[in-house]
């Protein structure tokens, strides 16, 4: 059996090999990469150390973004850095933050590039996510190593949904960056997720791997690499390369909660939710945690999975929606998140609440057009019929839930997240058609999914159930027994992880 991330086996040498622009007779005018900066060599020197630690997604971030604004109040790129950080937290409350940074570049930006940044910066705080994401692909076009506008174009991809240009806009870039320098392994990385987010896993594998190798604590790299394990159940795979690398991504970076849900997902496919629930307790969602929202959107999804599946959560289900209830009152910003705020207080009793979210994202899909186009778009299409379902499920109104899935379920991307954050969606449906006696439906979608990743517990198991129903003891007792293998398999490589809260 392959081994998870084997570099022997499949370091993709074909990256290390491509060609580059990097010239450092340019380093006096440029950034590292070769690309133009207004600013003395000191800011520049600053700004490349930043950008470093920002595709690392490393803490240092917050701190060096603080200087280089401190210090060196003239450096556009500074101000540029700290917009893009209040918009990659996807909280309205960031928005006046992100704007101020952009009225600080407006006067001293000095040449195209700066201002090309300025240019997606306003797109983006006006609510124009798509807009945004073409003026980055347009700057990439013309400075293809421009690490700042292809993480966040990257981000940007991701929070859109858009898994194509997730791949290819990586894709065009990478060929730009110096083999010899880690940030080629970086973007190597970004391209892995794409890969992966576009079916291609596979080549995403090969990619993360050459990406981890080439810098151990790139937990974007190493996050795709755990996606491709997750959309091909190699489960066990999973387990034993991110706790075999936990040194490396489990704490000190903005993706350590998320690489730990990773590993949360895999356990509960292993039969294992207490272990699931102890990394909830202690690095998902615990007295410590800051209010961040995208790792309330974790906690609230690994929430709901668990509902799903009947797990007793006591009191968890209260606390994180004590946590939305600031951002779940304010204006629609970004539809992935009110569904997860929705999730969170439908799963903790609060229906009037979750009403109150969903009767404001109505009032966005059904209104006149807004600055906000972009979300008002993703709203309509996917985030409100998404935020009804979940209130439907947890009311036991399993025919409205199906109602509002089902005809959405082809396009859930269009509001943004990955194959493995949409798939709680997906079982919010297959559970309320069984629930619903809709058995061809609920027996049509168990088959469609077990035929993508046949290896799946939670699907083989609702198989069973079908079978049963269906009077079928024979095939709902294969079906069991199956599911029971697959995750003894899966649970055997657990040993355990060192789970402080962190």
């Not at 991110?242 to 489990?250: A, I, V």
Request: proline letters at 4%; one cysteine or more; glycine letters at 8%.
């Amino acid at each position: 059996m392959q081994r998870a991330c084997d570099r022997a086996a499949i370091g993709n040498r074909t990256l290390a090999a491509m060609t580059t622009t990097f010239d450092s007779a340019t380093r006096s005018a440029s950034d590292e990469h070769g690309n133009p900066v207004s600013g003395s060599t000191e800011a520049i020197a600053l700004y490349d150390q930043t950008i470093d630690r920002l595709a690392r997604f490393h803490v240092d971030v917050l701190p060096l973004v603080g200087h280089l604004t401190e210090e060196h109040p003239d450096f556009p790129l500074g101000y540029a850095i700290a917009a893009y950080l209040s918009l990659n937290s996807t909280d309205p409350a960031e928005l006046p933050t992100a704007r101020q940074a952009a009225e600080a570049i407006r006067p001293i930006a000095g040449n195209d590039r700066e201002r090309a940044h300025l240019a997606a910066i306003d797109a983006w705080t006006a609510g124009d996510w798509h807009g945004a994401a073409r003026l980055l692909d347009d700057l990439l076009i013309r400075w293809p190593a421009d690490l700042l506008a292809l993480v966040m174009g990257h981000q940007l991809d991701f929070f859109r949904g858009d898994a194509q240009n997730l791949r290819d806009r990586v894709g065009r870039s990478l060929a730009a960056f110096d083999p010899a320098h880690p940030h080629h392994g970086l973007a190597a990385g970004m391209h892995a997720f794409g890969l992966e987010e576009s079916g291609h896993y596979e080549q995403a594998e090969a990619a993360g791997c050459y990406a981890v190798e080439a810098n151990p604590d790139d937990v974007w790299g190493i996050h795709a690499v755990a996606h491709t394990y997750e959309m091909r159940g190699r489960v066990d795979d999973g387990i034993r390369f991110l706790t075999g690398r936990q040194g490396d991504w489990g704490a000190d970076n903005f993706l350590a909660v998320h690489n730990w849900w990773h590993l949360a997902l895999y356990l509960l496919e292993a039969g294992r939710p207490t272990d699931a629930l102890a990394i909830y307790d202690t690095r998902v969602h615990h007295p410590g945690s800051q209010g961040v929202i995208l790792e309330m959107i974790d906690a609230s999804a690994m929430l709901w999975r668990l509902f799903i599946d009947g797990v007793d959560t006591g009191d968890r289900f209260a606390r994180i929606a004590d946590a939305w209830a600031g951002p779940a009152g304010a204006e629609p910003w970004y539809a992935f998140n009110d569904v997860h705020a929705v999730m969170a207080l439908a799963g903790a009793g609060r229906t009037a609440e979750a009403r109150a979210v969903i009767e404001r994202l109505a009032r966005l899909a059904d209104g006149p057009a807004t600055p906000n186009a972009s979300n008002q778009a993703m709203t309509a299409a996917v985030g409100l019929p998404a935020s009804r379902a979940v209130l439907a499920f947890a009311e036991g109104r399993h025919h409205d839930v199906l109602a509002d899935l089902v005809p959405i379920r082809t396009y859930l991307a269009r509001f943004g997240g990955s194959h493995a954050q949409r798939d709680v969606l997906i079982r919010t449906a297959v559970d309320a058609a069984i629930a619903a006696g809709e058995t061809d439906l609920a027996r049509a979608l168990v088959r469609q999914l077990l035929s993508l990743r046949e290896s799946s517990v939670h699907y083989r198991l609702r198989e069973a159930r079908l079978a049963a129903r269906a009077g079928d003891t024979a095939a709902a007792r294969a079906a069991e027994q199956e599911a029971e293998r697959r995750s003894r398999r899966f649970a055997a490589a657990y040993t355990g992880v060192a789970v402080t809260p962190g």
